[in-house]
């Protein structure tokens, strides 16, 4: 490194590769001297492309189309636009244009990767990657060239930190995360601290490169604490802009400052904190901005909020208004709004806790000096002084807000202290003075603001936590050349040759320790040093020297200083003196040749601030503004604030610095921009550094638009192209054997290859054929070092052996063709000639069978005219023949016919006669029998007319034909009953005349026999025959109302049966109807059914994932709380801390999560109260817990409530009740019935009493026992005995409502039969006369009957209220049924109006519309019945399981009461006997045993120890532990088992994180636990496979549903925790299994060179596609023999594949080196053998393979063609799986094997993107590697049964005692 310096200093600037001197980039280039060791007529021959200079694009490029030989002074070139140019050469100079490099290296990810280095060769890389294929990160050597594409871009994301993290740099595609992953990666291994420079133009992307930088470090390091450093960064960047940003003539935002964000790390590597220095502050634009351009943007902020109310007192107004901030013109940006602007800062400043007050003094600070700015210097007659107006409100104001004395303040602005040895005077200024010194008060006053708001931003990113390591972020300004350079531009440049000798250095540095790792001879490379530009600068008595000396002299002037410049410095090689100016200076900088101009070099240097001024500031009345001023000794006119940095690095400067001239020199600017540049000089030079540079590819802010000119300037200044220079200086190129050797074989011989085994040796032979000259390359330990254009030279013979090889191809092909091609013609010829002469011959043989066909048909033709003649004669003779013999035969016929006619007459006229007197008398048959049917028809027709005309007003009266069936049916039956009840009484009528009969017959003999009186004989005669009159009419009338109902009965059965055939013909027509209307709708209903599922489903897709999400978080939390806890632990156990009462153990959390989740609880609201009031805190559960309980006890309290009511109303009807049977108590014991009634309610009475004493007696236990013990554990059990006795007290009242139903009805039956018998005497006596009705009756009799007949009044009266009120409520109930009914009618009305609107086929599918949607919901009713019931069932089942616990408990205490309940107790012990002769499948432990089981068989247990017995043992062995608990109604015990279990195995996993076979073996067992508790439940759903056996081992006493919701929501966490571990272990493989690996060989042989890592990148272990597939069958193997269910094996398996299927895409869409056509190849190939192990492992149903279909398209797609729109609708058609960014990504990244082969043209991806405009693709690029499929666990039933399970030794589990 001296060496190469002391180069430098000599000023011998070494030939790097042509390119011309700096200062003139355009120049002329030289031959390289790579290119001398060849002939130059072997590289510039016709075809080879080149370089040559334009004015507009820079660099233009041509090709030879003539070869060049030595003394040409011109080169012939033909232009891209096809035109002709001869390019003149200097054969002297050697001045031939630079040749260009390969298509197949165009593009390259890193521009050393080259084989021509130079400057056209790197700005065409850079626009083809730019444009063509949109990548804006390139690399060069060491330095990521970031190019601004002023549009947001998708590369940003957390899957993109993801995918860099952990990758070396050289693996993926150039990327800013990249170089921060190496940054972090050197950080953690080598324990050095890092530094990420980045530089560039203003607007050229820096902010937001550092921005990406840090985000990447937050995501990668995981702040350890609460407090996220990268948002506190991120929001001190609204405070930052606003103080220190400023609109330019380049940039609306532009920095303004310099800053330097060190992160910092602890040993674990996790962000702790930050720290923030800043160089450079322009303060100069504080006082005056150039044409075009702002202040800082915080004072147009200020201005465009000053109408808040808060800022009335800042006096402001707009900016225009303001000197300060109206200088440059226009004050407003477009699209930028001050005022939200201003909000955000303010914002920023609370978040960073900046108080209300000081930000109030902060903007008080801003108005005054916009304030200052305005103040009136008014200059007196003599020009030695001024005046300020007495009335000059700005000044009054900047008082006030600065709280000073105006006087003081306005005397002290006009006047200076000179202090001399004697005395001191007090001089006034001119107004040129005054001026110059408000500004510099200005410009002091906001840099000592600017320090403060940098010191209060580091104190909110400082921590208190030791930092280990940092990564520095460094924003800092680039280059800059204006028109006008001042002393901010000078300072600036300096910094920038500083950086940049740094950069130098480094580089050099790294080609150094890369060639002494490979073990290649070190020669000294000479680079450019800038050292003497820097002494030019810093060193003594240079320009800064000379500055301050300037600023010393009294009267110095920019113009002396100018004078000692050119006579100091004017021999100096990078000092220049303008020809037509004597104030200005040109440097020579490393960059470009920069005219400062002098004037404003010393004022700005001086900074001067008067002192009493100063001093006027530290006495102002508010504290923060004379704190601002009392810290300004050390930090006087913008120090950096930087000395606050939490980092204790110890950092020795890599040289001497150079020392001050003189002590005095710190007060000025630039010295104290020395020292801070080389405090950060030195801390870079402690760190390992990282470069970024920034380009701005145009000034107009156009996205993707590159301007060459602009570019170029840009990498000439940032240094991109020395690290080209530096790079080609040396062996630029560097190959690996092996990649040399798959490459470069095609010039090997056979030879050569087959005596050589090894390749290094056959590499060597090849060059030492090839290359002539050895210091051309040199050979590493494992890569082959070339100089420049060396490999291009190889790519040349290359493919002049590949065009070679070619010709000799299309040659003998050629000549094939040919052959192929004569062959083919003579044989046609011989085909033709055949064909010719055979058709010829048959020609000739044709000829011969016609004349030969001729004569045949002449005489043929002869003889069948001669025949037809002889025919025609003998046709006419037969002809004349025959007509003569018809003649004769028919006159012989007329005459017989003649005589059979006469006989036919005779026989017609005689049939004639008999037929007409025969049709006579049929006549008048005929007339008779019509009038007598006639007649007969009458009748009939007058009775059908009568039974229509009823039956028409019957079907009048009636609407529907079925009420009118039931209504005839009722009347029948009445009728019936009517008819019966009047032969009942028509019979007692009968009977009682014949006995009355009797009796007056009996009368009348005793009255003959006392008098013989004929009077009273013949009166009773009388009576008797008008009894016998009445009997013989009623007799009469009984036999006409049987008859009538008769005749009535025949009629209505008639009707009924016409009815119900008309009913059953329109239930035919209904159904037939029916089932064409369903015939119709069912293919419809059944696709919208499966559409429906189909939608169903995938919604139980995402409620699934979105669960099992939360489940996760939820042990994340844990996770996290436990690990607090471990740390509250630490500190506990530290003097001076005490623990938190707050921190719980997560085992005990997890242990109350159960109980409270499972216990159903129910309590009053007072209760709830108390409860709380006592401290629900103690108790350990979550707030969500809590909750739930809350509601659950709500509802519990509702019901409870409900039930009171219910029972409040029984207690009010059987107070009723009482009161009557109170009534009747005079009357039970003659009416045995009304007292067995009044008894049983009397009875209900009293036991509705008791039940509500043993309510409100459970009550107060519930409220005192929370009082006494504040256990949540007793309040839910008494909240569950509460509700027991709640259920039991319900049943027991609904029992009673129906005893009380039965006693109704039966007083009523009873009172309806004693009012029916007393109406039926009342009428017998009111129709029949009684001799003895006037018979004396007993007083006492008729007092007894008339209270018996009160009593039953008053009886009868309360029923009938009772009726009364029943009736109303049916009748309310009715009435609403009847709305609803008729608002239902309404509304089909409707539908049917609407319906008859539609065509015929609307009203038929309107019709299955509304069939569907009415037997929809039916079935949701019947659904919601069903749950009901069966809801009901399970309570009723609860109630049955308690019920009979109480009847065995009662049983066991009540031995002897029954001689029942002893025979019942007998049986039960003789089945306790019969059970305990063979194993029950339960398991006995105690209670203090607990412990040791849950450590045996759970904490302590290793799979391989049950690994020879049944799969799942230890879930067997806790379910039979669990059924025994349950077994003997212990609830207690089963809860505290379960949760132990659960908590036992969340301890083991923790503890086994990354143990795939413990995870896999307790995910087995938790879920076999899981199906157990399913299997056995006593739910008939889960009992379908069951044995009788296996339901004999169910489930008694408890419901245990919550619980397997706990432990499937474990089961979830294992699960994730077992895809977590086999990822972590699978990742690692899949890139260079899947990608890299050669499984085909010979496929990779012709790949391109790629990027040059970095040696410093860790060296990665390389996997061949068997690791993957053998680790895939460990997996497959621990889970198969550990039990695992098939479908969740084949769920695991799905997850894995999609992550290799994720981790393989990204990495392939950030990779160019891998997008090629064997890639493709190789990579299909490889997943089809992953395809081939899951059908191996039967695994190829569980969706696997659907997985992997986009990284399958992908290879697809790099082995399609691409060149027309057919190819492209090809791609879009198969690539469906993909998206659109990630088609257009492969298609840029794809990379020719060979220069054969073309690129993918920009209009061919065009065209794929307007194929795919119409697809909604989300915009994200790479897949989520982490997503996470929601695991579903299937019910699987176990067919073993409990009694089989043998427990091995070897567990140590004796103290379970089999049952």
Known sequence: GEGARAAGRAGSRPPF???????????????????????????????????????EEVWKSAEIIKDYKEGDRTLHLKLEDDTVLEYPINPEANELPFLRNPDILVGENDLTALSYLHEPAVLHNLKVRFLESNHIYTYCGIVLVAINPYEQLPIYGQDVIYAYSGQNMGDMDPHIFAVAEEAYKQMARDEKNQSIIVSGESGAGKTVSAKYAMRFFASVGGSSSETNIEEKVLASSPIMESIGNAKTTRNDNSSRFGKYIQIGFDKRYHIIGANMRTYLLEKSRVVFQAEDERNYHIFYQLCASAGLPEFKDLSLTSAEDFFYTAQGGDTSIDGVDDASDFEKTRQAFTLLGVKESHQMTIFKILAAILHLGNVDFQSERDGESCTIPKQDEHLRNFCRLLGVEHSQMEHWLRHRKLVTTSETYIKPMSIQQVVNARNALAKHIYAQLFNWIVQHVNKALYTTVKQHSFIGVLDIYGFETFEVNSFEQFCINYANEKLQQQFNLHVFKLEQEEYMKEQIPWTLIDFYDNQPCIDLIEAKLGIFDLLDEECKVPKGTDENWAQKLYDRHGGSQHFQKPRMSNTSFIVVHFADKVEYQCEGFLEKNRDTVYEEQINILKASKYPMVADLFHDGKDAKGGAPSGKGTSSKVHIRSARPTVKAANKEHKKTVGHQFRNSLHLLMETLNATTPHYVRCIKPNDEKLPFSFDPKRAVQQLRACGVLETIRISAAGYPSRWTYHDFFNRYRVLMKKRDLSKKADKKAICKTLLENLIKDPDKFQFGRTKIFFRAGQVAYLEKLRADKFRSATIMIQKTVRGWLQRLKYRRMREAAIQIQRHTRGHLARRLADRLRRTKAATVLQKQYRMLRIRRAYQMIRQAAITIQAFTRGMFVRRNFRKVLAEHKAVIIQKNVRAWLARKHFLRFRSAAVVIQCYFRRMKARQELKALKIEARSAEHLKRLNVGMENKVVQLQRKIDEQNKEYKLLNEQLTTTASAHSLELEKLKKELEQYRRKSGDGNQITSLQEEIDSLRLALEKAHGERKIVEDTYMKEKDVLRKRISDLEEENALLKEEKEALNSKILRQSEDEFAHNAAEENALMKKELEEERFRYQNLVKEYSRLEQRYDNLRDEMTI?????????????????????????????????????????????????????????????????????????????????????????????????????????????????????????????????????????????????????????????????????RKEEVLILRTQIIKAAQQKDAGRNMESNISMQTSWPNSDKHVDPEDAIEAYHGVCQTNRLLEAQLQDQRREHEEEVEILKDQI??????????????????????????????????????????DLKELLEKLEKNERKLKKQLKIYMKKVQDYEANHVSVQPEKQEHELTRQVAVQRKEKEFQGMLEYYKEDEPLLIRNLITELKPQMVSATVPCLPAYILYMCIRHADYINDDHKVHSLLTSTINGIKKVLKKHNDDFEMTSFWLSNACRLLHCLKQYSGDMGFMTQNTPKQNEHCLKNFDLTEYRQVLSDLSIQIYQQLIKIAEGVLQPMIVTAVLENESIQGLSGVKPMGYRKRSSSMEENTYSLEAITRQLNTFHGVMCDQGLDPEIIQQVFKQLFYMINAVALNNLLLRKDVCSWSTGVQLRFNISQLEEWLRGKNLHQSGAVETMEPLIQAAQLLQLKKKTSEDAEAICTLCTSLTTQQIVKILNLYTPVNEFEERVTVGFIRNIQAHLQERNDPPQLLLDFKYMFPVLFPFSPSSLTMDSIHIPASLNLEFLNKV
Not at 1196 to 1211: A, F, S
């Open 1379 to 1420: 709305e609803a009914l008729r608002e239902e009618m309404e509304k089909q009305q409707d539908i049917f109006y609407q319906t008859l609107q539609l065509s015929p086929e609307a009203q038929v599918e309107f019709g299955i519309q509304q069939e569907i949607t009415r037997l929809t919901n039916e079935n949701l």
């Open 17 to 55: 590769l042509g390119c011309a001197p700096v200062a003139a980039p355009l120049a002329p280039p030289r031959l390289r001297p790579a290119c001398r060791a060849m002939s130059v007529v072997e590289l510039y021959t016709k075809y080879t492309r080149v370089w040559i200079p334009d004015p």
């Open 1131 to 1295: 500190v506990k156990h530290t003097p001076g801390h005490r623990r938190n009462p707050s921190n719980q153990s997560s085992l005990e959390s997890d242990s109350n999560y159960p109980s409270i989740s499972t216990s159903e609880v129910g309590d009053t609201e007072d209760a709830i109260q108390q409860v709380e009031e006592m401290g629900l805190e103690k108790a350990a559960m979550d707030m969500t817990l809590f909750l739930k309980l809350q509601k659950r006890v709500r509802e519990l309290e509702q019901e409870r409530r409900k039930l009171q009511t219910q029972l409040e109303k029984k207690e009010i009807e059987n107070k009723k009740s009482q009161v009557i049977e109170m009534k009747n108590e005079m009357d039970l014991d003659r009416d045995t019935d009304l007292a067995y009634n009044s008894l049983k309610r009397q009875e209900l009475e009293s036991e509705n009493k008791k039940l509500k004493n043993e309510l409100n007696e459970l009550r107060k236990a519930i409220v005192d026992r929370v009082a006494q013990n504040n256990s949540s554990h007793d309040v839910q059990d008494s909240y569950s005995l509460l509700l027991n006795q709640l259920k039991s007290a319900n049943e027991e009242l609904e029992v």
